[in-house]
């Protein structure tokens, strides 16, 4: 089972795929989501994310995770 990922700015797509595991900067620390991750939505702060070994730099922003789809979007 894999993760549908979507990582939008407000000018662009940025990734659009599938991945085995996404690692975001969260409020309380550095998270990783696996598939048939519990549903939650949180901002997100400046640092990477990891999406199977691709990194992407970013400021801010938020993530919603719900049935295996992780939609990131940065400010």
Do not use: Y
Request: hydrophobic content about 45%; charged content about 25%; glycine content about 10%.
């Amino acid at each position: 089972m894999q993760l549908n990922v979507l990582i939008i700015s407000p000018t662009q797509m940025i990734f659009k795929g599938q991945a085995k595991s996404v690692t975001l900067p969260g409020e309380m620390g550095v998270f990783e989501v696996l598939p048939f991750h519990k549903r939650m939505m949180t901002r997100l702060l400046g640092g990477k994310v990891d999406v199977d070994g691709r990194l992407f730099d970013i400021k801010r922003g938020a993530v919603k995770i719900d049935q295996n789809n992780i939609t990131i979007i940065l400010e």
